[in-house]
């Protein structure tokens, strides 16, 4: 993924702190889904990180796909 660059905006109607946005396809395909929760670190001044909490929509699907998987090769007497 390739880096994207943001400005830290005014404070809007409170008055009070700094203000971030992100919006776009680009945090789905990050793996940031709507309505996921996520935690946001910041390990140092400048420096700030997202993390998705617990596994993804993306981790489940692949499960979801491996235990079908799994069923019809056991069904289908296993791998020879």
């Known amino acids: 993924m390739t880096a994207r660059k943001f400005r830290v905006m005014s404070p809007l109607a409170?008055?009070?702190?700094?203000?971030l946005r992100f919006r776009g396809r680009?945090?789905?395909?990050?793996?940031?889904r709507p309505g996921e929760r996520f935690t946001l670190t910041?390990?140092?001044?400048g420096?700030?990180?997202l993390?998705?909490?617990?596994?993804?929509d993306a981790d489940k699907d692949f499960q979801a796909v491996f235990n079908r998987l799994d069923r019809?090769?056991?069904?289908?007497?296993?791998?020879?």
């Open 14 to 19: 409170t008055g009070v702190g700094s203000h």
């Open 26 to 32: 680009w945090l789905v395909e990050a793996g940031f």
């Open 42 to 45: 910041c390990p140092e001044p």
């Open 47 to 49: 420096k700030l990180v």
């Open 51 to 56: 993390q998705i909490d617990g596994p993804t």
């Open 72 to 80: 019809a090769v056991k069904a289908a007497g296993g791998v020879q």
